[in-house]
């Protein structure tokens, strides 16, 4: 077997590992989804963070310290349970996760709607886009 070909199986495992994982999500009534900063903006406009849905931050205390975004509750990624009555809390509300960068929120969100919350949303790119910091 040729290394053009194992590298081709590889891939291909890859790419059918994550489309399961996404059809399992959706099979169960679980959604994920990445938003970006304006449309974040736009649905803070028109809900109310922590009544209407949850904005969930999951940096740790040390990132804390750049800022937040407002009224937004902080759960340390590495403290995080899905089963957490505030979690549990906003089981049929959307749910709005950032990090840092947008990597941790984004596994996070997946282990939500993996549990069959229907919708989990994660900010791309994370506060950093959020202050400006980085575009994409």
Do not use: Q
Request: proline share 1%; glycine share 8%; net charge positive.
């Amino acid at each position: 077997m040729s290394i053009d070909l194992i590298l081709v199986l590889v891939i291909g495992l890859l790419i059918l590992s994550k489309s399961a994982d996404m059809i399992y999500i959706r099979l169960i009534g679980g959604h994920v989804e990445k938003i970006n900063v304006s449309e974040l903006k736009e649905y803070l406009k028109s809900n109310k963070a922590n009544r209407d849905f949850l904005l969930l931050d999951v940096r740790t205390d040390v990132e804390l310290k750049i800022g937040k975004i407002g009224g937004s509750v902080n759960v340390d990624y590495r403290k995080f349970k899905a089963d957490d009555i505030l979690i549990k809390n906003f089981r049929e509300k959307p749910i709005v996760i950032y990090c840092e960068t947008g990597s941790r929120s984004k596994k996070i969100a997946t282990k939500l709607a993996r549990k069959g919350f229907p919708k989990v949303y994660f900010l791309g790119g994370g506060y950093k886009v959020w202050r400006g910091e980085v575009s994409l």
